[in-house]
T-cell receptor, first 114, second 109 residues
């Protein structure tokens, strides 16, 4: 079972360029999330989706957009990358947003914006 | 907003016990999670508390006091493989998870 996959594993991007980080889960989870992890700050929620067709903003949404066209995929797009978006990006999913349903995390994408 | 505090680093000896504290102030409460994260890897789920008291899972236990906004993760019989970062996360009234910055535990032989 693949669980949750992310691509690419790492990327160096020139400032001003756009990029889409891909995330796919095969667990048929309803909810999906995008986090960024920076040293000393912990994981911060960028965007989330409670179910296919819906999305919402997290704690740090500026400069990022998402879509949820189907259950399995939740891509994150940086329209015009800036150096402050250098981070490790984790995609996660959970069966629902309530109860004891834990979030499962993908392996992460390490992004460097120069 | 959410405020979640945990110590930055802890060091312990193999075979010993370590307790990682987490205090929180959140808008609403719908559960507290602990995750383990090895360097360069994704976080993995350890425990979930929503009611006051102790939840035990093998060598790991997690405690919650909602009235005090306090939780701890207890790691017993420490092994070298337990060297990792431990993340405290609170699900607030909006059902979103807010994470602490993590506690890096180093286990020494």
């Amino acid at each position: 079972t693949a669980g949750i996959t992310q691509a690419p594993t790492s990327q160096i991007l020139a400032a001003g360029r756009s990029m889409t980080l891909r995330c796919t889960q095969d667990m048929r989870h309803n909810a999906m999330y995008w986090y960024r992890q920076d040293l000393g700050l912990g994981l911060r929620l960028i965007h989330y989706s409670n179910t296919a067709g819906t999305t919402g903003k997290g704690e740090v949404p500026d400069g990022y957009s998402v879509s949820r066209a189907n259950t399995d995929d939740f891509p994150l797009t940086l329209a015009s990358a800036v150096p402050s978006q250098t981070s490790v990006y984790f995609c996660a999913s959970s069966e629902t947003t309530s109860g004891g349903n834990e979030q499962f995390f993908g392996p992460g994408t390490r992004l460097t914006v120069l | 907003g959410q405020n979640i505090d945990q110590p930055t680093e802890m060091t312990a000896t193999e075979g010993a016990i370590v307790q990682i504290n987490c205090t929180y102030q959140t808008s609403g409460f719908n559960g507290l999670f602990w995750y383990q994260q090895h360097a360069g890897e994704a976080p993995t789920f350890l425990s979930y508390n929503v009611l006051d008291g102790l939840e035990e899972k093998g060598r790991f236990s997690s405690f919650l006091s909602r009235s005090k906004g306090y939780s701890y993760l207890l790691l017993k019989e420490l092994q070298m493989k337990d060297s990792a970062s431990y993340l405290c996360a609170v699900r607030g009234g909006d059902y979103k998870l807010s994470f602490g910055a993590g506690t890096t535990v180093t286990v020494r032989a």
